[in-house]
């Protein structure tokens, strides 16, 4: 628990803390579907399909509930975030309006996507950075205004942006492109995202 100057831990041992950050996590409330036909992961996610469709036919899953495929990422995601929300129904729906004839739809598979304003800062994040090898910082942390981009191999895999909403489009663009970027010039926040692009 929280006490003022201090966090008490269940071991009873007192801990003095001047802030507290706290880090909660969320979980799909899918028990009622248990006995349904209708599969869950380990964690409770539905486990959709690249077409977001679930085990049972004709019963799709989208949004915080949903777990999918992602070989971009070659891992299965859940994404928390708004954004996933409003753009896997575009799938689901198109799936279900082709009824059956769904060759030309393409996998479910976004670079996910989040924005929040968080005191007062203007803070968007986009990818997924689990594999990341190498951290570049976009001008300084203490000021209004900086990014974070993540490299793996070279190849931008996520930015996070705080003030620089250019930074975010342009680095979406580029994660979904995989490009490669000089990690030099990407470090400098004078030079433009989309500029540090190799061949
Ligand atoms: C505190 C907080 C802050 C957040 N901030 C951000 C942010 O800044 N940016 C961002 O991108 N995302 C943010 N998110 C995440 C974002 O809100 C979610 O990703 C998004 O709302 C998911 O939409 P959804 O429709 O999948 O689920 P939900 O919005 O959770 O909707 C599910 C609905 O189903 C209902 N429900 C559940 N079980 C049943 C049942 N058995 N029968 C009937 N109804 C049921 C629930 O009551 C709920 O209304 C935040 C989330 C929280 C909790």
Redesign the pocket.
């Known amino acids: 628990r929280v006490e003022p100057g201090a966090v008490v831990l269940t071991d009873g041992r007192t801990l003095p803390a001047g802030a507290v950050v706290v880090g909660i996590g ?1 979980r799909p ?1 899918t028990g ?1 579907l248990a006995g349904s036909g209708i599969a869950l992961g380990p964690e409770g996610s539905v486990t959709a399909d690249a077409a977001l469709r679930t085990s049972l036919p004709d019963v799709y899953a ?4 949903a777990s999918f495929p992602s070989a971009r990422y070659g891992t299965r995601l859940v994404v ?6 409003l753009q896997g129904p575009r799938t689901a729906a198109a799936h279900i309006a082709a009824a059956g004839d769904a060759a030309d739809i393409p996998p479910y598979d976004p670079v996910p996507y ?3 304003e968080q005191f007062g800062r203007f803070v968007q994040y986009a990818g997924h950075h689990a594999d990341a090898d190498t951290l570049l910082w976009r001008g300084d942390p203490a000021g209004p205004a900086w990014s974070v981009c993540w490299l793996r191999d070279g190849v931008l895999v996520a930015v996070l942006a705080v003030g620089r909403p250019r930074d975010l489009a342009q680095g979406r663009r580029l994660v979904e492109a995989g490009a490669r970027l000089d990690a030099e010039r990407a470090g400098d926040p004078a030079v433009p995202l989309k500029s540090a692009v190799l061949p």
Not at 80 to 85: G, L, P, Q, Y
Request: charged content about 10%.
């Open positions: 969320a409330a009622w989208v949004g915080d509930c928390h975030h708004w954004d996933n929300a989040f924005w929040s």
